[in-house]
């Protein structure tokens, strides 16, 4: 048996190594055929065709964060966050190779149709977030996997080997891993420094990507806008040449992030010309230009002689690499993956996956025995439903869009039937800011951020001519003198455009607040206008669609920096008079569904509070009704303290795709246990966490260093049923070298449902904790245990999982000494064995 696996093993190594060769034989040739414009061209990432050579026009930005985005229907898988609190590899692996199918299937019909490949239609996509959970203030923190380097690297290999598929010379599609490194904040992302020590940076910031590059395979890379100990990421040749490449082994292309080449000198100040930036960022080993910055700045750079034909040459040779073996520009004879059919486009086995993944996403927080509700027993007999939530879908920033879409109202009427009555209203009995999950801003500004409005800001009183500044605006909340750049002009207008999304058909009431001469057009027609020199204030009423789309434009000219700007509504009511509170208080149990929408890309949160008027509607319903179900859809772990004591259940649903809605349904009725456990740390008091702006994970970051309240620790997660842990039992007191020690707990279902529990190992030492490390996960298992049974669950423990980087010596070692294993159902409990290790 061992002669035939090593002939098989053999063999495999010589395809591997015939594919190779094929490969760059065929690279080779099309470089040597290039002129300098053509090689030039090919760094960018919107390309001309080469005919002559057979190149194809391809732009290679597409996305798929939680299934193909912005390229028609797909379908939509949970948020990453989501996705994290699955702790279930295996599903996430099953997930991306779907994605892969559907991509492979749209990006076939495109060429069919087009005869090349247009943005977010390609097989490039810029897809997993590895940046880790860092701070919950993050605004892009629904976009990555968990606070840990272990399960973020984890999700982030199956997710890469699902996306390229296992052929061993075609790519199915390429993975870019983003944003390398440290790209963790928002408000400084365009020219801010991450500024990390080196032990955060090796055990913290790095562990994921690595993982990705080594284990992984990671075809492409993506380098971050923010500089690293204030060399910008995109240029730093430590990054992109020493680590990933030399250290690390990666053969595939970096891409910038939007436009960070262009910002080497714009924002960071690295660089005194755009030419010198991009010459800085190409020898660096930034391959490609992400906004096409290197078109002009590569040409310009060339004719100066800050670059060669071998700069240019090794990167094009990189793309030209990933073009071949993704069969981009024809030569795809056994490609196994150019036959994949459009019918898999959100077909049932896929969106029956995006259901599995919501359903072991959701998170039960707290349980007072209320869930699962048992209809038909006399006692819930009317159920009142609370929320603008349970009418609307919502997916997120850089989403699929599906065409099937359930909500949950009508999931749960379909369910509960005639055992029990179904009662709704929204959510709103007071003015609100117009949330930015209703707005959207342009395809082509996706790179800072689609949700919200396009705030244009003039150095003039009539906001004509060249913008002073344009940016991101979530939602009309601010002062706008706030900004740097806009609280010292002497004269200010603004414009902010967007597109209007409305979640219920009425009648609508908006509130504007600010300065100037103000008009706000709906679809081009003015709604209302107002001038003052000072303060302008007034309302107006719109009746909108449910789902259609309103263009918006708010115009503000001769503003005062100093004043607020506000632009607010109230949701329609029905006709009857009915409230929250009343229908709660009518109901035999009320659940009320809450989203936040708070955080996004180019926009940190100013906390980490829900708002007021949802808070205020916690406590007026919960009042009316003891027996409240409260369901959560946020993207960060959110402060929960101010009413975690009033529901009787609390849900958290992330944001869970297209199987939201149903997934919730058969939670709440039983049909599903509820499986899913935090993938960060939910905390109790915000003003206990480090400023943003700190790196140093040894400061209080994570569940591995944190020391200050916690609300519900990482890792945590209740089910319908209990279970039992056993002490855990080691097979040997001491290891040395490079032996292995397995540990072994009993998990018992003692509870009155079928279960699955995501069993949790983790590993301390005294010599640790001298600089702040508790602990740090070192396994974790799904595993089901039908009711009244047991498992043995058992971990290896290596000596890569006792390895600290040693910043003296500049490399990973063991410590010998005395170590605890503890195997449990969340971080914040202990059961532990101890042993020695002896080093060497």
Same mark, same amino acid.
């Given at each position: 048996?061992?002669?035939?696996?090593?002939? +098989?093993?053999?063999?495999?190594?010589?395809?591997?190594?015939?594919?190779?060769?094929?490969?760059?034989?065929?690279?080779?040739?099309?470089?040597?055929?290039? $002129?300098?414009?053509?090689?030039?061209? /090919? +760094?960018?990432?919107?390309?001309?065709?080469?005919?002559?050579?057979?190149?194809?026009?391809?732009?290679?930005?597409?996305?798929?964060?939680?299934?193909?985005?912005?390229?028609?229907?797909?379908?939509?898988?949970?948020?990453?966050?989501?996705?994290?609190?699955?702790?279930?590899?295996?599903?996430?692996?099953?997930?991306?190779?779907?994605?892969?199918?559907?991509?492979?299937?749209?990006?076939?019909?495109?060429?069919?149709?087009?005869?090349? !490949?247009?943005? =977010?239609?390609?097989? $490039?996509?810029?897809?997993?977030?590895?940046?880790?959970?860092?701070?919950?203030?993050?605004?892009?923190?629904?976009?990555?996997?968990?606070?840990?380097?272990?399960?973020?690297? @984890?999700?982030?290999?199956?997710?890469?080997?699902?996306?390229?598929?296992?052929?061993?010379?075609?790519?199915?599609?390429?993975?870019?891993?983003?944003?390398?490194?440290?790209?963790? @904040?928002?408000?400084?992302?365009?020219?801010?420094?991450?500024?990390?020590?080196?032990?955060?940076?090796?055990?913290?910031?790095?562990?994921?990507?690595?993982?990705?590059?080594?284990?992984?395979?990671?075809?492409?890379?993506?380098?971050?806008?923010?500089?690293?100990?204030?060399?910008?990421?995109?240029?730093?040749?430590? /990054?992109?040449?020493?680590?990933?490449?030399?250290?690390?082994?990666?053969?595939?292309?970096?891409?910038?992030?939007?436009?960070?080449?262009?910002?080497?000198?714009?924002?960071?100040?690295?660089?005194?010309?755009?030419?010198?930036?991009?010459?800085?960022?190409?020898?660096?080993?930034?391959?490609?230009?992400?906004?096409?910055?290197?078109?002009?700045? +590569?040409?310009?750079?060339? $004719?100066?002689?800050?670059?060669?034909?071998?700069?240019?040459?090794?990167?094009?040779?990189?793309?030209?690499?990933?073009?071949?073996?993704?069969?981009?520009?024809?030569?795809?004879?056994?490609?196994?993956?150019?036959?994949?059919?459009?019918?898999?486009?959100?077909?049932?086995?896929?969106?029956?996956?995006?259901?599995?993944?919501?359903?072991?996403?959701?998170?039960?927080?707290?349980?007072?025995?209320?869930?699962?509700?048992?209809?038909? !027993?006399?006692?819930?007999?009317?159920?009142?439903?609370?929320?603008?939530? %349970?009418?609307?879908?919502?997916?997120?920033?850089?989403?699929?869009?599906?065409?099937?879409?359930?909500?949950?109202?009508?999931?749960?009427?379909?369910?509960?039937?005639?055992?029990?009555?179904?009662?709704?209203?929204?959510?709103?009995?007071?003015?609100?800011?117009?949330?930015?999950?209703?707005?959207?801003?342009?395809?082509?500004?996706?790179?800072?951020?689609?949700?919200?409005? $396009?705030?244009?800001?003039?150095?003039?009183?009539?906001?004509?001519?060249?913008?002073?500044?344009?940016?991101?605006?979530?939602?009309?909340?601010?002062?706008?003198?706030?900004?740097?750049? +806009?609280?010292?002009?002497?004269?200010?207008?603004?414009?902010?455009?967007?597109?209007?999304?409305?979640?219920?058909?009425?009648?609508?009431?908006?509130?504007?607040?600010? !300065?100037?001469?103000?008009?706000?057009?709906?679809?081009?027609?003015?709604?209302?206008?107002?001038?003052?020199?000072?303060?302008?204030?007034?309302?107006?009423?719109?009746?909108?669609?449910?789902?259609? *789309?309103? =263009?918006? *434009?708010?115009?503000?000219?001769?503003?005062?920096?100093?004043?607020?700007?506000?632009?607010?509504?109230?949701?329609?009511?029905?006709?009857?008079?009915?409230?929250?509170?009343?229908?709660?208080? *009518?109901?035999?149990?009320?659940?009320?569904?809450?989203?936040?929408?708070?955080?996004?890309?180019?926009?940190?949160?100013?906390?980490?509070?829900?708002?007021?008027?949802?808070?205020?509607?916690?406590?007026?319903?919960?009042?009316?009704?003891?027996?409240?179900?409260?369901?959560?859809? !946020?993207?960060?772990?959110?402060?929960?303290?101010?009413?975690?004591?009033?529901?009787?259940?609390?849900?958290?649903?992330?944001?869970?795709?297209?199987?939201?809605?149903?997934?919730?349904?058969?939670?709440?009725?039983?049909?599903?246990?509820?499986?899913?456990?935090?993938?960060?740390?939910?905390?109790?008091? *915000?003003?206990?966490?480090?400023?943003?702006?700190?790196?140093?994970?040894?400061?209080?970051?994570?569940?591995?260093?944190?020391?200050?309240?916690?609300?519900?620790?990482?890792?945590?997660?209740?089910?319908?049923?209990?279970?039992?842990?056993?002490?855990?039992?080691?097979?040997?007191?001491?290891?040395?070298?490079?032996?292995?020690?397995?540990?072994?707990?009993?998990?018992?279902?003692?509870?009155?449902?079928?279960?699955?529990?995501?069993?949790?190992?983790?590993?301390?030492?005294?010599?640790?904790?001298?600089?702040? /490390?508790?602990?740090?996960?070192?396994?974790?298992?799904?595993?089901?245990?039908?009711?009244?049974?047991?498992?043995?669950?058992?971990?290896?423990?290596?000596?890569?999982?006792?390895?600290?980087?040693?910043?003296?010596?500049?490399?990973?070692?063991?410590?010998?000494?005395?170590?605890?294993?503890?195997?449990?159902?969340?971080?914040?409990?202990?059961?532990?064995?101890? %042993?020695?290790?002896?080093?060497?």
């Amino acid at each position: 048996m061992r002669e035939i696996f090593a002939i +098989l093993v053999g063999w495999l190594s010589l395809q591997c190594l015939a594919g190779e060769k094929d490969v760059g034989g065929k690279v080779s040739d099309i470089r040597k055929g290039l $002129t300098v414009e053509e090689k030039i061209d /090919l +760094l960018c990432a919107d390309a001309p065709a080469v005919e002559r050579l057979g190149i194809i026009r391809y732009d290679w930005w597409s996305e798929c964060l939680n299934g193909v985005a912005r390229a028609g229907k797909a379908t939509a898988f949970p948020k990453p966050i989501g996705l994290g609190a699955t702790w279930d590899v295996d599903l996430i692996k099953r997930i991306s190779t779907a994605i892969s199918d559907e991509a492979r299937a749209k990006h076939r019909k495109v060429m069919e149709e087009k005869g090349y !490949s247009p943005r =977010q239609f390609g097989l $490039t996509f810029f897809s997993p977030t590895l940046n880790i959970a860092r701070d919950p203030r993050w605004g892009r923190t629904s976009e990555c996997f968990s606070e840990d380097p272990l399960l973020t690297g @984890e999700m982030g290999v199956a997710y890469v080997q699902g996306l390229q598929g296992d052929d061993a010379r075609w790519l199915k599609a390429v993975a870019t891993i983003k944003h390398f490194v440290a790209n963790n @904040e928002e408000n400084r992302r365009a020219g801010g420094s991450a500024d990390v020590d080196e032990l955060s940076l090796r055990e913290y910031y790095f562990p994921a990507f690595r993982e990705a590059v080594v284990r992984g395979g990671a075809a492409s890379v993506m380098g971050a806008y923010n500089a690293l100990n204030g060399v910008p990421c995109c240029a730093n040749a430590y /990054l992109l040449n020493d680590v990933l490449r030399k250290e690390w082994g990666f053969r595939g292309v970096v891409i910038s992030d939007g436009s960070a080449v262009e910002k080497i000198y714009t924002h960071h100040k690295y660089a005194s010309t755009p030419a010198e930036a991009a010459a800085m960022a190409l020898k660096s080993g930034c391959d490609m230009s992400l906004r096409d910055e290197y078109r002009d700045g +590569l040409r310009r750079a060339y $004719t100066e002689k800050l670059i060669d034909d071998d700069d240019l040459d090794r990167a094009v040779e990189r793309v030209l690499e990933l073009r071949v073996r993704l069969g981009l520009d024809g030569d795809i004879g056994g490609n196994p993956y150019v036959d994949i059919p459009y019918s898999v486009v959100e077909c049932p086995a896929h969106r029956e996956l995006a259901l599995e993944a919501a359903e072991k996403s959701m998170v039960l927080l707290k349980n007072d025995g209320l869930l699962p509700l048992e209809l038909g !027993s006399g006692d819930v007999r009317k159920i009142a439903l609370i929320g603008d939530a %349970f009418n609307t879908v919502y997916y997120g920033d850089y989403s699929a869009s599906p065409e099937i879409n359930e909500v949950l109202w009508d999931c749960l009427r379909d369910a509960v039937g005639s055992r029990a009555e179904l009662s709704w209203v929204g959510e709103r009995t007071k003015e609100e800011t117009v949330p930015s999950r209703y707005l959207s801003r342009g395809v082509g500004e996706a790179h800072d951020g689609i949700l919200g409005f $396009t705030g244009e800001y003039y150095a003039d009183k009539e906001a004509v001519g060249t913008p002073l500044l344009v940016r991101q605006d979530l939602v009309l909340d601010f002062v706008p003198a706030m900004d740097d750049k +806009l609280k010292s002009a002497k004269d200010l207008s603004a414009r902010w455009t967007s597109v209007l999304q409305a979640p219920l058909t009425g009648r609508y009431s908006f509130m504007f607040e600010g !300065s100037g001469r103000v008009s706000i057009r709906i679809d081009g027609k003015v709604v209302f206008r107002k001038g003052s020199n000072q303060k302008v204030r007034g309302s107006f009423e719109l009746p909108l669609v449910k789902g259609q *789309e309103y =263009q918006v *434009e708010v115009e503000a000219c001769g503003m005062k920096a100093q004043q607020a700007v506000r632009l607010s509504w109230r949701l329609p009511f029905d006709d009857k008079g009915v409230t929250p509170e009343k229908l709660a208080k *009518e109901s035999d149990v009320a659940i009320l569904f809450l989203r936040d929408d708070n955080s996004s890309e180019g926009r940190d949160r100013k906390d980490l509070h829900w708002g007021e008027a949802q808070i205020e509607l916690i406590r007026k319903v919960t009042e009316a009704n003891p027996n409240t179900i409260l369901i959560l859809g !946020s993207g960060s772990p959110l402060m929960l303290a101010p009413f975690v004591r009033l529901p009787k259940a609390i849900l958290n649903v992330w944001m869970g795709g297209q199987g939201e809605a149903r997934a919730i349904t058969h939670i709440l009725l039983g049909k599903v246990n509820p499986s899913g456990k935090t993938p960060v740390t939910f905390f109790a008091d *915000e003003r206990q966490l480090p400023p943003m702006d700190s790196y140093d994970v040894t400061k209080g970051r994570s569940y591995q260093y944190f020391k200050g309240d916690v609300m519900f620790p990482f890792g945590y997660g209740l089910s319908y049923t209990r279970f039992e842990y056993s002490r855990p039992v080691v097979d040997k007191s001491r290891m040395s070298g490079s032996d292995t020690l397995s540990v072994e707990v009993t998990v018992s279902n003692k509870g009155g449902y079928d279960g699955e529990e995501i069993v949790q190992c983790y590993l301390s030492a005294p010599q640790w904790a001298v600089g702040g /490390l508790k602990q740090k996960l070192i396994g974790h298992k799904r595993v089901f245990i039908a009711k009244g049974e047991s498992r043995k669950v058992s971990f290896t423990v290596c000596r890569e999982d006792l390895l600290r980087w040693n910043v003296n010596v500049k490399e990973w070692t063991a410590l010998a000494g005395k170590y605890e294993v503890s195997v449990v159902p969340h971080s914040g409990e202990k059961n532990a064995v101890s %042993f020695v290790y002896e080093g060497k």
